[in-house]
């Protein structure tokens, strides 16, 4: 039997989100795994994955990526696939596994799929290389509210980039934050600390389902997007910094932001 540990990213949406080169190779493994904890393949079961794919799939939680050794074992004797949504190598415990691979001295091959890093500043018209550290918005427990995310984010603002907001994913619950509950988290964050993060004329903005046939986008300040319907999860925020021009009239065109953020020459 063949050694391999084979990383595929799938995209961002559907069964037909994954390169041809992909697909191909998932048809060649003896064993697939996959975690949607991560990220969630929008518009697509892990069924419809399988009925795609021809070969049947053991989806994990998090707990038996990071703690079991099963991807390895079978790794050192079959050709085995490690699957994910969006890009494979974007989460340190695939990183991780990785380098186990690479200790054991099984080969590795990584196909890599479109990811919200790309996927997100694209349908928003933003210049990707004009984003600072990208951030991760946890749902609100009772006596608990770290506020690193509201300092990277207020960082990033002082130095004029952009910060790409993550919500918060509880797969196992079922559970996807929002862009109104993420909007509200920011709002809450502000009333708490007060360094000037956010206010009523902060521009933002919102995109739903990238990459697949449902995508939305939304550019606006806070009291706007909250009474829209803003599609349904997955949800990504933006909370830009310095716009150029460029910038500012796709926001306009792309994501109906207010015209007012043109500035005049």
């Known amino acids: 039997m063949v050694s391999e540990l084979v ?14 080169r992909a697909l191909n190779v998932l048809r060649e493994c003896d064993i697939i795994y996959a ?23 053991k989806v994990l939680y998090r707990s038996q990526v990071e703690e079991s050794d099963d ?5 050192l004797t079959h050709r085995v696939a490690f699957v994910t949504a969006g890009d494979t190598m974007l989460a340190t415990t695939h990183v991780d596994l990785r380098i186990q691979a690479a200790e054991s001295g099984i080969p590795v091959r990584v196909f890599h799929g479109v990811s ?29 509210t770290p506020k690193s995310p509201y300092d990277h984010i207020l960082e990033n603002k002082s130095r004029g980039l ?8 509880r797969a196992d619950e079922m559970r996807y934050m929002s862009a109104h509950e993420a909007i509200k988290w920011l709002l809450d964050a502000e009333k708490m600390w007060g360094e000037g993060l956010i206010g009523e004329k902060t521009l933002l903005c919102a995109a739903s389902r990238v990459g697949s046939p449902e995508e939305k986008v939304f550019a606006g300040y806070p009291e706007d997007l909250m ?7 997955l949800h990504t925020l933006v909370l830009p910094g310095n716009l150029h021009f460029m910038e500012q009239y ?7 932001a207010p015209e007012e953020i043109i500035e005049d020459d």
């Open 7 to 20: 990383f595929v990213g799938l995209g961002l949406s559907g069964t037909d989100g994954m390169t041809v």
């Open 35 to 57: 975690e949607f904890y991560t990220s969630s393949l929008i518009g697509a079961s892990p069924r419809e994955l399988e009925e795609a794919v021809g070969k049947k799939i």
């Open 250 to 256: 796709a926001l306009v065109n792309f994501a109906g």
């Open 71 to 75: 991807i390895i074992r079978d790794a």
């Open 116 to 144: 919200i890093f790309s996927g997100c500043p694209s349908s928003l018209g933003l210049q990707p290389y004009k984003f600072g550290r990208t951030v991760t918005l946890p749902f609100p427990e009772p006596g608990y």
């Open 227 to 233: 009474n829209k319907d803003l599609g349904e999860p």
């Open 162 to 169: 952009h910060t790409m907001i993550l919500l918060d994913i």
